[in-house]
């Protein structure tokens, strides 16, 4: 394949976003080439385009960012089985090694050797899909069926990282929940925890706008959190919670999720906490016998999203309330980073609509 141009959004450092055109060489053996189709501005692409590092990955080179995409394959250099040129995909934006001993016992998201896209973790870092096209190895896509929007194809990224949360939380079913941090993971695992049968699904916050969209989309009981600093014990003390997702990564809210679990209850953290020491309620941990569970992207699970948006059993399209064409994706970070107008932002091709 001939050299062609490509556009990506390109982060230089904080709040230097910028899109960068450039030649594109031939595609190399084995990879797949995939059109841009969407992509949604996640969490960590927020603290990145903020902050140019989200925890311990520091930016120290230009990063093309972005690991939520979905689109369309326009050439492959070697037959790969169930792929074709003009299928369209959701991208696994994990590259696991197979061989490390996480890989070999069925934890890959804990993969000595990954690489993901449109992180720091690594050096080089590895290129993100916020890009006109994206080259990827075919373990990496997933194919779509046709009446799968590309927005919703897109969104099976973070499902499956609320997937993942949900099954180290263990069996849910008649279980009363409470996720902490309504945000689109947060919105996500809700969602998630009542598939898996959660009895109860409360949400924690303390902004009005995301409890409002939560409770639309079917929270029993929302907390705002910026009424009363004892809210969620408050909250635990009427309704015994036995499972609760840390999903907005302030070190407070873990600590209050410690402290509003059930005696014997489960704590998962999701959202991603600063880097460095964090003061924790430790004596708690001992005493209540809580069982605190890390939860970290995501294994199988991304096969089990794609499947459950084509099946209609989750609507990850709820979550979404903008898209902005990929030429403007400068604009549509800052949009995102607005929790009074936005959930979801999603990144267009330019002339597409979702």
């Not at 311990?56 to 037959?79: K, R």
């Not at 001993?101 to 590895?126: D, Q, V, W």
């Not at 409770?215 to 929302?222: H, S």
């Not at 004596?283 to 948006?309: K, P, T, Y």
Request: aromatic letters at 4%; glycine letters at 10%.
């Amino acid at each position: 394949m001939s050299a062609e141009g490509r556009v990506a959004a390109t982060l230089f450092g904080p709040r230097d976003l910028r899109l960068v055109s450039a030649a594109v060489p031939g595609l190399a053996p084995g990879m797949v080439r995939v059109a841009f189709g969407a992509g949604g501005i996640c969490g960590s692409d927020m603290h990145y385009y903020r902050h140019a590092r989200t925890g311990d990955f520091v930016v120290t080179s230009p990063l093309v960012l972005g690991h939520e995409i979905a689109g369309t394959i326009i050439a492959m250099q070697d037959p790969a089985p169930g792929l074709s040129v003009g299928d369209r995909v959701a991208i696994n934006p994990s590259r696991w090694c197979g061989t490390c001993r996480p890989c070999r016992t069925g934890r890959p998201n804990l993969c000595e050797n990954i690489y993901f896209m449109g992180s720091a973790s690594k050096t080089p870092h590895m290129q993100g899909g916020f890009a006109s096209h994206v080259d990827v190895i075919p373990a990496q896509c997933v194919a779509v069926p046709a009446h799968v929007p590309f927005a919703a194809a897109a969104l099976a990224e973070p499902l499956a990282v609320c997937l993942h949360a949900v099954a180290r939380a263990g069996p849910l079913s008649g279980a009363s929940v409470l996720v902490i941090g309504a945000g689109p993971i947060g919105l996500l695992t809700m969602l998630a925890a009542r598939q898996a049968g959660a009895a109860l699904v409360a949400m924690a916050d303390i902004a009005a706008a995301p409890l409002s969209f939560a409770a639309r989309l079917g929270a029993d009981q929302v907390i705002d959190l910026s009424l009363s600093d004892d809210a969620l014990q408050q909250a635990g003390a009427a309704t015994p919670f036995d499972v609760v997702f840390e999903a907005s990564g302030a070190p407070p809210a873990l600590a209050s999720a410690l402290l509003s679990v059930r005696r014997g209850g489960i704590v998962v953290q999701i959202g991603n906490l600063p880097a460095g020491p964090l003061p924790l309620p430790g004596l708690a941990v001992m005493a209540r016998e809580i069982d605190l569970r890390g939860s970290f992207r995501f294994g199988d699970e991304f096969s089990r999203a794609v499947a459950l948006i084509a099946e209609g059993a989750i609507d990850v399209t709820a979550i979404i309330t903008a898209s902005r064409p990929l030429s403007q994706a400068p604009e549509a970070f800052e949009l995102a980073l607005d929790r009074s107008q936005s959930m979801k932002v999603m990144l267009l091709p330019d002339g597409a609509h979702i």
